[in-house]
């Protein structure tokens, strides 16, 4: 193969994510695990809403049954004009339950400013919890992230993201090995220096009044004029690390949402990651110098990596050596593959998915990122939801719902592409 400098930065890449991370979690473990159970602070729990609809009533019944205090808790469900039925699921949900509160937007304006709008009207509270409308969120994950605000410099914690519909066919297999990496491996380099560089949506508390002190800037986010509403959970994690303060990932708290389970929705999912990484990462570039030097070496190289990738792949088909480059990837992707079976091997079968069900991203990986990358180059003025399905007729939830499946509208931007 040719272009030797690029296969060197990529392994430079996955030394940083799955050597040096995983054993400075282990040199420093006990950093990692920091905790306070007696920190106690009102907590409202804010979720942004767009065409979910029965979906959102699953979401606040869980975040009803958590285990930290009622009487410190608020659920705050902010609609950004759903043109479905979910103001009505949410509704139903909030039935009986003083502490829910259900608000709609004057108009579209976007999950940032929903959620800045949920945190204005949350006046009483000291840590604002962001949990997205397509989630399930099991009952300690607030008690998890709450205990990890050890330091008034904790601004933000994160929890991690499951795959409830890991069995359902390969695309969901694949995709559950892909966020165990992502949020099990990939995240730990970032971990033992407090600077991780992108909290998901799905699942994250903040300091209340550090967000009210980055609300101008989340609220201009723009490109060329035009409002941007993807990869708000990249830009606020990296504002708040901009802004010299700590942010922190557990692996204790945690929630399920639906992984896309087509190659259209997984595909659409990939272009608005692809693009979020990319308006990050470059506009991070003026303050990278900032960070721990490690984190810095680890930030430029996903860049470098991400803009050169495509670069690659497409030389190799050009040359009629991508059966090189192909074999590369399905060497890495196979021992990554026997690594997350031996990690998993103690899970009931339940929670876990056959190894080799990695062995698609092979050849995933190089297709997504020679179409994708460019792509997403040329449209990172777009200010769609990428990922939000058609919206369906409104019509009035039933008295008695039945358990809904959850749709795969959004799983957080917290998983590496």
Known sequence: MELFPIHLLFIVVLMNRYILGPFLRRLKGRRFERVDDTYRPKVAIVVPLFNEGQGIFHTVKALLDQDYPSELTEIIVVDDCSRDDSVAWATKAAEGHPNVRVMRNPENMGKRKGINRGVRAAEAAEIIVSVDSDVVVERSAVRQLIRRFVHPNVAAVGGRTFVINRHQNWLTRMIEIKFHFAQKWLKDLERSFRQVMCLSGCLTAYRRSVLLELEPI???????????????????????????????????????????????????????????????????????????????????????????????????????????????HFLVIGLLGFIYRMETRYLPEDRRVPAVSFLPMALLMPVTYALFTPLALLTLDSGSWETRGSPTPASAPAPSPAPAKLTSNSAGEGTPS
């Open 218 to 328: 989340l609220e201009a986010r723009a490109i060329a004029g035009i409002p941007i509403k993807y990869g708000e959970d990249r830009f606020l994690t990296r504002q708040i690390v901009k802004h010299d303060y700590e942010t922190v990932y557990t692996l204790d708290a945690f929630c399920f949402t639906a992984a896309p389970s087509t190659l259209a929705g997984y595909f659409s999912q990939q272009l608005r990651w692809r693009r979020s990484n990319l308006v990050d990462l470059l506009c991070g570039l003026s303050h990278a110098w900032r960070l721990h030097p490690v984190i810095t070496v680890h930030y430029v190289s996903q860049l470098a990596l991400l803009l050169a990738y495509p670069v690659v792949i497409v030389h190799n088909m050009l040359n009629g050596e991508f059966w090189d480059i192909l074999a590369f």
